[in-house]
């Protein structure tokens, strides 16, 4: 049995896998298998899988998500280290071999991961991606990690007994299932931060993250989940639910811009029960009783006050 899983989920990405495997095949680390699990590509993924035969696992389901393609793979593999990355990211050589030795080193560490280098498609190119994320650390994160999205999935290396303990991704999430399983994790278990990029990440316009939709949406269940996370201390109780008032503001007021007037007041009225102090979603719900011309000029005369 290989010591790492390497957990490759892809849909459609037949174009760049063959980088992103050729990264896991030049590691110094020689002891993993690598899983692809094809999430019912309709590009030339099969192809591009059947050019590597038996080195490699390929897993072929119906299109079901990215969380769930990760699950599938994590499922499949019986190694004690699972390591994830994504089809259009790439690691450096050295990537396992500096991460491996942390779990050795310490029996409470459940998660390592490291700094990365973006790619942008206009050629930018970001050196450190945790340069301008100062709360990046090792140890317990737990406090930092509600405020900060400093975990990447392709940097990820996980020990399956912390996985086994907090359970697998959330398959309902169509984004912040990464940072709500990393709360779990970071909740019961330290991590180690390798603050090396050992990751290259391309950014892509238009990517799943760009939706500001779907961001304020399920930005907004990853906190109500945080909040079922056994044994959470008042504290921190306390800090998520006035996060979740001001996300409940947030996605009201998107709502609010877009006219969905009902999930509007049903999206503020519940902000009011996390946080009924909160003077924004007061305004904004009064707000969203006025005529709807008279609350686009408001708007309007607001912007131009700033400008």
Not at 92 to 120: C, H, M, W
Not at 128 to 155: H, K, M, Q, T, W
Not at 214 to 223: A, N, Q, T
Not at 276 to 299: C, E, H, K, Q
Request: hydrophobic share 40%; glycine share 6%; net charge positive.
């Amino acid at each position: 049995m290989p010591s790492v899983s390497v957990v490759i989920p892809s849909y459609n990405c037949g174009h760049c896998l063959p980088e992103a495997l050729e990264s896991v095949f030049a590691q110094a680390f020689r002891d993993l298998e690598i899983i692809v699990v094809d999430d019912g590509s309709t590009d030339n993924t099969s192809e591009v899988v059947a050019r590597y035969g038996s080195r490699i696992r390929c897993i072929r389901q119906e299109n079901r998500g990215l969380p769930a393609a990760r699950n599938r793979g994590i499922q499949a593999s019986d190694s004690p280290y699972i390591a994830f990355l994504d089809a259009d990211d790439a690691w450096f050589p050295e990537k396992l071999a500096e991460q491996i030795p942390a779990f050795t080193q310490d029996p409470e560490i459940g998660l390592v991961y490291s700094d990365l280098r973006v790619v942008y498609d206009d050629g930018q190119v970001v050196s450190s991606f945790l340069e301008s994320r100062p709360l990046a650390g090792s140890g317990y994160v737990f406090d930092r990690i509600l405020r900060s999205g400093f975990i990447i999935p392709s940097s990820v290396v996980v020990r399956r007994s912390c996985i086994e303990q907090v359970g697998l991704f959330d398959e309902s999430m169509r984004s912040h299932e990464d940072v709500e399983l990393w709360s779990r994790i970071c909740h019961a278990w330290k991590v180690k931060l390798i603050s090396k990029p050992l990751v290259m990440r391309r950014q892509r316009a238009g990517s799943l993250t760009g939706s500001e939709d779907l961001r304020s949406l399920y930005g907004l269940k990853f906190y109500q989940k945080v909040l079922l996370i056994p044994g959470l201390e008042p504290q921190h109780r306390r800090f998520v639910r006035n996060v979740l008032a001001s996300c409940c503001v947030d996605r009201g007021r998107f709502c609010l811009n877009e006219g969905r007037i009902a999930e509007c007041r049903a999206t503020l009225r519940a902000g009011l029960q996390y946080n009924w102090r909160n003077l924004r979603g007061i305004r904004d719900l009064i707000l969203s009783y006025f005529p709807r011309g008279a609350y686009l000029r408001m708007r309007t005369l607001r912007a131009s006050m700033r400008s």
